[in-house]
């Protein structure tokens, strides 16, 4: 019995270190269940569509990480890709342009508005949740100024952006390879990186890291403004996937992909996380939804059960890394106490 709770113990503390692995358990489960029980499931079209489906929120949940990390959040980058796949597209549309021009456009403005919020941030002090509150309304009003009403539809775009969404480069979906290549990206930036150190050290001791002469602030610009070049591009991805665009796009997204997130074990705290757990959790919100929509689940109802998903998700996440870090506490406990001392008996001295 002690070995099996020994295995048990090992399993969990495995989960708690690497919340990667149970969402990895989570969506192998889920989809044996989903291909045995729901034909429509597994075929490969519909993979191919949860793979695509996953892309924008995936991207959006690694731009919050990045600011995640350092202990800040950005509520504006559902109105900042609303805003970047109205205007990108409108240029596109008129002055046409190749990928790499598209890129860059919908990088350097999305990262313009991230800047905006590293500036409330930074120069007139307010904490993150307030100062994008307020960016997520006012980018928002503005998406609405510059739409007027109008609409961008799919025949204004670029050939190559409207069948981007469709297109498979080798296996995969295209979108699901763009998404790929970001993890990799990021993942390489945040874990073998100073810069990445440095946005980790941020999040689990603010004041030390002040004290200890990291760049702090230049940090805080950089997040905020990679945050908001990520979701530029993801504003791009929109534009490509659903062809028309109005003031409406991009609204409410960026709850999505913050619970996405804290899913795939970003802490809201900052300090702890990994840009592959942020992509599998919106992986797995996406295969959630498209489970529901295949038992024809009313809308409303979906997004109760998504929300009871994501309810469990980090209930259990938060129990599995309490109990992890328990068991670890009462091994060190363990350890520093040593073994315990054995008594030594002195030969009786002889007496005349």
């Not at 489960?29 to 429509?40: E, G, H, K, M, N």
């Not at 970047?84 to 990088?107: F, K, Q, R, W």
């Not at 919106?282 to 979906?302: R, T, V, Y």
Request: proline share 4%.
């Amino acid at each position: 019995m002690s070995a099996l709770r020994q295995r048990i113990d090992s399993v969990l503390a495995s989960f708690a270190r690497a919340p990667e692995l149970g969402l990895v358990s989570i969506l192998v489960v889920l989809s044996i269940y989903a291909a045995v029980a729901l034909p429509a499931f597994r075929t490969t079209s519909n993979a191919d569509q949860i793979l695509s489906n996953s892309t924008i929120i995936a991207i959006l949940a690694l731009a919050e990480t990045l600011v995640l990390l350092t202990r800040q959040i950005d509520l504006s980058v559902g109105a900042t890709l609303g805003l970047c796949a109205y205007i990108v597209g409108s240029a596109l549309g008129h002055v046409g342009g190749d990928p790499p021009l598209a890129i860059l456009m919908a990088l350097g403005l999305g990262g313009v508005l991230g800047l905006g919020n590293a500036l409330l941030v930074d120069l007139v002090r307010m904490p993150a949740i307030i100062a994008t509150l307020a960016t997520l309304s006012i980018y928002g009003g503005l998406q609405v100024v510059v739409t007027n009403g109008s609409q961008l539809y799919a025949y204004q775009l670029p050939h190559w952006l409207t069948t981007l969404y469709a297109t498979n480069w080798g296996p995969l979906p295209a979108f699901a390879c763009v998404a790929l290549v970001l993890v990799v990206i990021l993942t390489v930036c945040v874990q073998m990186l100073r810069w990445g150190r440095d946005l980790y050290a941020m999040g689990s001791n603010p004041e030390a890291a002040a004290v200890t002469g990291l760049p702090v602030r230049r940090r805080t610009y950089e997040a905020f403004i990679a945050c908001g070049a990520l979701s530029g591009f993801a504003g791009l991805l929109y534009a490509a996937q659903y062809g028309n665009v109005d003031a409406t796009a991009g609204n409410g997204i960026e709850l999505t992909a913050i619970a996405a997130a804290v899913i795939g074990g970003v802490s809201l705290f900052g300090g702890s996380g990994t840009p592959a757990g942020a992509a599998l959790g919106a992986l797995l919100l996406i295969e959630i939804e498209n489970i529901l929509a295949i038992e024809k689940i009313s809308i409303f109802a979906q997004q109760l059960l998504q929300g009871l998903a994501i309810v469990a998700s980090v209930a259990v996440y938060a129990l599995v890394r309490r109990y992890a870090q328990r068991l670890g506490a009462r091994r060190r406990r363990l350890q520093g106490a040593g073994p315990l001392p054995t008594a030594t008996i002195e030969p009786a001295e002889a007496h005349p």
